[in-house]
């Protein structure tokens, strides 16, 4: 369907049919006909085939690498608490060490001194 015409262009509206549709466009003029010839029509897509591929891609190597980077934190959060745990075991058996060396009296007075000098 023909919107408008110039002398040296025709402007036509886009049929709506598939991509990559071949037609054979003729002009009427009058009562004669002239055929322009194959015209390919495409549809009006902003990305290419390629250009859709890669962004694919690099999203999935995005993906891949923040799992990654996901995947090293927890392991070390692990390794920091199970450092944490054996450092508080570690203290544990040195205050139980320590309780079991020292006298009896002096431990409680030392405790009490300690228990007033907080409160």
Do not use: F
Request: hydrophobic share 45%; charged share 15%; proline share 6%.
């Amino acid at each position: 369907m023909c919107s408008s015409s110039a002398p040296s262009c025709v402007l036509g509206v886009h049929p709506l049919m598939s991509p990559h549709t071949c037609l054979l466009p003729q002009i009427l003029v009058g009562g004669l006909e002239y055929p322009l010839g194959t015209l390919h029509i495409y549809s009006d897509s902003a990305l290419t085939l390629p250009a859709i591929i890669g962004i694919g891609a690099g999203g999935g190597v995005l993906l891949i690498a923040i799992i990654a980077v996901l995947i090293a934190y927890k392991r070390k959060t692990r390794d920091a608490d199970r450092t944490l745990k054996l450092l508080q075991l570690q203290m544990d058996n040195l205050e139980s060490r320590v309780a079991l060396e020292c006298p009896s009296g002096l431990w409680g007075k030392h405790s009490r001194w300690l228990h007033l000098q907080a409160g």
